[in-house]
């Protein structure tokens, strides 16, 4: 798979993968349309499709690919993706369904058509779930299906079928076990795709002046860019901002300001941007000289501007501290070597 997927870059097709992400300011979650896209070849929706079994086209493996990603992006485990396509694949058979009982499911994109009810999209939800907009995207139905899945004490030690029937309190409520397999074995290749779209540098042309946990700073959880001050600073890659906020006080936790220049004496990031993106990973851009240029929830691509260069909080000079996580709640433990993961990427800091 990973071979079919970095051949040549081939031809990308996403056929319309929806993301969601974590806003992690908030501990609320909102869904939107990626900037970027997802590497998969016609040969890896072909890999899918086939994994999935006897039937599934490349429409519906695209669905597949959606249902997983927005499963990733809550930071769920592998099961809950695997629950939520067996779901799929009994209910729709991986296709947006409209419904004639439903007028305006008629409205948004569409595979076919069903009849049950008012159900409609690719879980056949009833329209108690929500609005028949949601019902219909394939990432909004997901969503909505992940939303219910957590709310079910001890589903992680359920069957697959135990807790896809526990979401859908369905009439055949062992109809779910017999695609386990095959979500098992699509969830697999999915994973290894890589849909984070393009990387840019941030700082275009500012190489490494201090790096990454280094014997003198163990604890430095990023590199530090020699952005001169006043220097644009980049969203990375396309993603949703989910924290703007000024962090520079005293070793007793007295709050100081950020819009002049601090020093290392000084406790914190200094006026902050982080951007929530997909496969999980989020971005931190550190010491700004001023307000950053954007809000809690608005929705970058790679190369918006999200500030400028400072040295605001705990800081010796204007530079751009810059850091990787694995995950929406950044910790030191999710922390992620950046230079090597820019190079990854296809960019060098």
């Known amino acids: 798979?990973?071979?079919?997927?970095?051949?040549?870059?081939?031809?990308?097709?996403?056929?319309?993968?929806?993301?969601?992400?974590?806003?992690?300011?908030?501990?609320?979650?909102?869904?939107?349309?990626?900037?970027?896209?997802?590497?998969?070849?016609?040969?890896?929706?072909?890999?899918?499709?086939?994994?999935?079994?006897?039937?599934?086209?490349?429409?519906?493996?695209?669905?597949?690919?959606?249902?997983?990603?927005?499963?990733?992006?809550?930071?769920?485990?592998?099961?809950?993706?695997?629950?939520?396509?067996?779901t799929a694949m009994q209910e729709s058979a991986l296709?947006?369904?409209?419904?004639?009982?439903?007028?305006?499911?008629?409205?948004?994109?569409?595979?076919?058509?069903?009849?049950?009810?008012?159900?409609?999209?690719?879980?056949?939800?009833?329209?108690?779930?929500?609005?028949?907009?949601?019902?219909?995207?394939?990432?909004?139905?997901?969503?909505?299906?992940?939303?219910?899945?957590?709310?079910?004490?001890?589903?992680?030690?359920?069957?697959?079928?135990?807790?896809?029937?526990?979401?859908?309190?369905?009439?055949?409520?062992?109809?779910?076990?017999?695609?386990?397999?095959?979500?098992?074995?699509?969830?697999?290749?999915?994973?290894?795709?890589?849909?984070?779209?393009e990387w840019v540098h941030p700082t275009p042309g500012a190489g490494i002046v201090s790096g990454w946990r280094t014997g003198e700073r163990p604890r430095h959880n990023g590199v530090d860019l020699g952005a001169a001050r006043g220097e644009e600073i980049l969203a990375a890659s396309a993603g949703e901002v989910v924290k703007v906020t000024c962090n520079a006080r005293t070793a007793a936790g007295r709050q100081l300001s950020c819009d002049v220049d601090g020093s290392p004496s000084i406790m914190g990031c200094g006026w902050y941007v982080e951007v929530a993106h997909a496969e999980g990973l989020l971005t931190r851009y550190c010491h700004m000289g001023q307000r950053p240029s954007v809000s809690v929830g608005d929705q970058v691509s790679a190369g918006d501007v999200l500030g400028y260069v400072g040295s605001s909080g705990r800081s010796s000079g204007p530079h751009l501290h810059l850091e990787v996580h694995r995950s929406h709640a950044p910790s030191f433990d999710t922390a992620l070597e950046p230079e090597g993961f820019f190079r990854d990427k296809g960019v060098e800091l």
């Open 1 to 86: 798979m990973k071979r079919l997927i970095g051949a040549a870059c081939a031809v990308v097709v996403c056929l319309g993968v929806w993301l969601v992400f974590v806003a992690a300011s908030s501990g609320s979650r909102s869904g939107y349309a990626a900037g970027g896209s997802c590497d998969a070849s016609d040969a890896d929706l072909y890999a899918i499709a086939e994994a999935l079994g006897d039937g599934y086209g490349k429409a519906q493996a695209s669905h597949a690919v959606t249902i997983w990603q927005t499963g990733a992006e809550r930071d769920l485990p592998d099961r809950a993706m695997i629950v939520a396509l067996a």
């Open 95 to 197: 296709k947006v369904l409209a419904n004639p009982a439903v007028p305006d499911s008629y409205d948004f994109a569409h595979d076919g058509e069903g009849g049950d009810h008012d159900s409609v999209g690719l879980f056949q939800q009833r329209q108690a779930w929500g609005e028949t907009s949601t019902l219909m995207d394939p990432a909004g139905s997901a969503n909505l299906f992940y939303d219910k899945l957590e709310r079910i004490d001890g589903w992680e030690s359920m069957s697959v079928a135990e807790a896809a029937q526990a979401v859908q309190v369905s009439a055949f409520p062992d109809a779910y076990s017999k695609h386990e397999a095959g979500a098992s074995a699509a969830a697999a290749l999915v994973a290894e795709l890589q849909c984070s779209g």
